[in-house]
């Protein structure tokens, strides 16, 4: 069973920065490709990033030059750093594992909230 455990979330005014990680065990690490997705109250969940193993990335529109995915293979580790944060960016952020060969192993964490207000 996969276990995904992300941190780093918390209260920022815009404009300022917030590195989100997110923890992976129970797996091999390599053999997923890992995501962010964010998600506000009566919204659907979004799609904010992704990242192949061997480090291909794509970004949404809304934080393309803002946020960026990477990940350390060696700690298991997926993170998402944003810069120029703005309120619209607040909601809970959750990591998200899919294997490249069985799609139907999806996980994922238990999200955590990121709020950007003055």
């Known amino acids: 069973q996969v276990q995904l455990v992300e941190s780093g979330g918390g209260l920022v005014q815009p404009g300022g920065s917030l590195r989100l990680s997110c923890a992976a065990s129970?797996?091999?690490?390599?053999?997923?490709?890992m995501a962010w997705y964010r998600q506000v109250p009566g919204k659907q969940r979004e799609l904010v990033a992704t990242?192949?193993?061997?480090?291909?990335?794509k970004h949404a529109d809304s934080v393309k030059g803002r946020f960026t995915i990477s990940r350390d293979n060696t700690k298991n580790t997926v993170y998402l750093q944003m810069t120029s944060l703005k309120p619209e960016d607040t909601a809970v952020y959750y990591c998200?594992?899919?294997?490249?060969?069985?799609?139907?192993?999806?996980?994922w964490g238990q999200g955590t909230q990121v709020t950007v207000s003055s």
């Open positions: 990242i192949t193993s061997g480090g291909t990335t």
């Open positions: 129970g797996t091999i690490f390599s053999l997923y490709v």
């Open positions: 998200n594992s899919q294997h490249i060969t069985w799609p139907q192993l999806n996980y």
